[in-house]
T-cell receptor, first 112, second 111 residues
Framework: GAGVSQSPRYKVAKRGQDVALRCDPI?????LFWYQQALGQGPEFLTY????????KSGLPSDRFFAERPEGSVSTLKIQRTQQEDSAVYLC??????????FGSGTRLTVV | GENVEQHPSTLSVQEGDSAVIKCTYS??????FPWYKQELGKRPQLIID?????GEKKDQRIAVTLNKTAKHFSLHITETQPEDSAVYFC??????????FGDGTTLTVKP
């Protein structure tokens, strides 16, 4: 597609519920990144894929967070047993080698 | 790991004036320094970037400078316009991989 597409745009989850956030990167972009952005702060790194390989998952806050990109294209970020502190905007970005990010519009997750 | 500090956190200028935002980084392995503009409720968008083999880069009213020895880089916007009002983020990364972002600068341009 022309840009990075994320869905859903908004998600309200009850505490303890599992959620899945989807990212469809720009076709041909090898690198895919997930970031978490709290209100008034800069994006915080979660995890990074090069094709289907997850090269860095050091930013995932806990083992409740899991990401995959099985065919090297679409990626899913899954959060199990959501908690209130998980409320944030989750941004996906893709990039062509050596260039800056193209971000998606993000998924705003609210845990109630 | 990398640590990026950004100043000021807020900046207000009169239309037509210049604006300067400064960032420092800690990891000497970082060699790629992008800047992003984020308007309220929208996605961050790349506006300019610089690599460590270059000291300055300019694109119309926007310029970025890099001092690799001192580990700091700056964004300069000249002839500011109200549509420049947004949050600006600097970032640092090794080989354009994982980026570490600053906390952002909210720029307000008063007409």
């Amino acid at each position: 597609g022309a840009g990075v597409s994320q869905s859903p745009r908004y998600k309200v989850a009850k505490r303890g519920q599992d959620v899945a956030l989807r990212c469809d990167p720009i076709s041909g972009h090898v690198s895919l990144f997930w970031y978490q952005q709290a209100l008034g702060q800069g994006p915080e790194f979660l995890t990074y894929f090069q094709n289907e390989a997850q090269l860095d998952k050091s930013g995932l806050p806990s083992d409740r967070f899991f990401a995959e990109r099985p065919e090297g294209s679409v990626s899913t970020l899954k959060i199990q047993r959501t908690q209130q502190e998980d409320s944030a905007v989750y941004l996906c970005a893709s990039s062509f080698e050596g260039h800056g990010y193209t971000f998606g519009s993000g998924t705003r997750l609210t845990v109630v | 790991g990398e640590n990026v500090e950004q100043h000021p956190s807020t900046l207000s200028v009169q239309e037509g004036d210049s604006a300067v935002i400064k960032c420092t980084y800690s990891d000497s392995a970082s060699n790629y320094f992008p800047w992003y503009k984020q308007e309220l409720g929208k996605r961050p968008q790349l506006i300019i970037d610089i690599r460590s083999n270059v000291g300055e880069k300019k694109d119309q009213r926007i310029a970025v400078t890099l001092n690799k020895t001192a580990k700091h880089f700056s964004l300069h916007i000249t002839e500011t316009q109200p549509e420049d009002s947004a949050v600006y983020f600097c970032a640092a990364s090794p080989n354009a991989g994982k980026s570490t972002f600053g906390d952002g600068t909210t720029l307000t341009v008063k007409p």
